[in-house]
């Protein structure tokens, strides 16, 4: 079955190191997504791609990048961890062409920066 | 940009009804969407309706959608504990790939 994963699902690290989040997806999907959940904030966009070598700056991007070389991965790169960005953050992706284009959800990485 | 609202807790009885409101903000939205999220794990989508519609029913749970007031609300009947989640609302514009969401409504079902 077609599904999306990400990796790891729990990281600690310290503030000024740099963490890669994995997003994996076998969906074969052309838009893909990255979101940070926070208490009462509801899921706020970070990156999003539309394909491959595309990507473009949600709301809250700053402090983070993401790189898609093929259309299964989207890793979310933060450059220099800080304790604000202390989060869960979720991957998702959906399929172009028209309609709703449901977004499917990955399972989630709690991240935590001391 | 885009604003949605819900409502922070809702508690119900099981075997009751609920009722799960949401407000946007934006009148070119196209699609409108309620998703799950069990604890520990990621969003599950529920359900979704175009923005012409202004009814959507599907088994247990109907969609009601009131443009004029940009008023979105989703109706669970007959409640069971294992409805016990946070719901979120979200809204699509244009092309419908980049999604704003509201703050979750954490549903709590008493036994």
């Known amino acids: 079955d077609a599904e999306i994963t990400q990796s790891p699902r729990h990281k600690i690290t310290e503030t000024g190191r740099q963490v890669t989040l994995a997003c994996h997806q076998t969906w074969n999907h052309n838009n893909m997504f990255w979101y940070r959940q926070d208490l009462g904030h509801g899921l706020r966009l970070i990156h999003y791609s539309y394909g491959v070598q595309d990507t473009n700056k949600g709301e809250v991007s700053d402090g983070y990048s993401v790189s898609r070389s093929n259309t299964e991965d989207l890793p979310l790169t933060l450059e220099s961890a800080a304790s604000s960005q202390t989060s869960v953050y979720f991957c998702a992706s959906s399929e172009s062409g028209g309609g709703p284009e449901t977004q499917y959800f990955g399972p989630g990485t709690r991240l935590l920066v001391l | 940009g885009e604003d949605v609202e819900q409502s922070l807790f809702l508690s119900v009885r099981e075997g009751d009804s609920s009722v799960i409101n949401c407000t946007y903000t934006d009148s070119s939205s196209t699609y409108l969407y309620w998703y799950k999220q069990e604890p520990g794990a990621g969003l599950q989508l529920l359900t979704y309706i175009f923005s012409n519609m202004d009814m959507k029913q599907d088994q247990r749970l109907t969609v009601l959608l009131n443009k004029k007031d940009k008023h979105l609300s989703l109706r669970i009947a007959d409640t069971q504990t294992g409805d016990s989640a946070i719901y979120f609302c979200?809204?699509?514009?244009?092309?419908?790939?980049?999604?704003?969401f509201g703050s979750g409504t954490q549903l709590t079902v008493l036994p």
């Open positions: 979200a809204s699509a514009r244009g092309s419908a790939r980049q999604l704003t």
